[in-house]
């Protein structure tokens, strides 16, 4: 008996230029549209904060709480603006780093002081400590505060349930 056998050859050419591949399916999923919502009220929270900022404090303390907050809402700008990124720019980081801890644990402690810092501005803000203008302006800041913190809460939840494999 005689068999006949097929052989396939495949030849793959590749060319050696340098692109960058942008994973735009990621801000398609919940977890990419929380960091981009967050990444884009922190950025309006720190060029409120940053704007009115004031040069000579009342008080005289270092630490006021519009100092706090802006310190926060950089900070976590910063963050978020990396985690971003990088699952942006590779195919398989937001696959991957979902399934660790760093997630949980960023979001946790971005919730945590986030609103600390939204809460302390806006008792700040009901007390009377500034004027009409900063009044404003720090009340709009503390309101997204409270918000983008609502969004870390729903994504260390997000982060958890994928880490526990749920």
Known sequence: ??????????????????????????LRTTPGLLKLAQLLIGAVNVGLVAYYIRRYPTSGLPASAEFFFLLMAVAFLIGTFCLLASCLVSLSTGGIISKTIYE???????????????????????NGRYYHTLKDAYMAAAILGLIVSALYLFSALLAQRSYRGI
């Open 1 to 26: 008996m005689s068999h006949s056998v097929v052989i396939t050859r495949t030849t793959t050419t590749t060319t050696s230029t340098s692109h960058v591949v942008l994973n735009t399916g990621y």
């Open 104 to 126: 949980l644990v960023y979001h946790t402690i971005a919730f945590l002081l986030y609103l600390i810092a939204s809460i302390m501005l806006l008792v700040d803000v009901t």
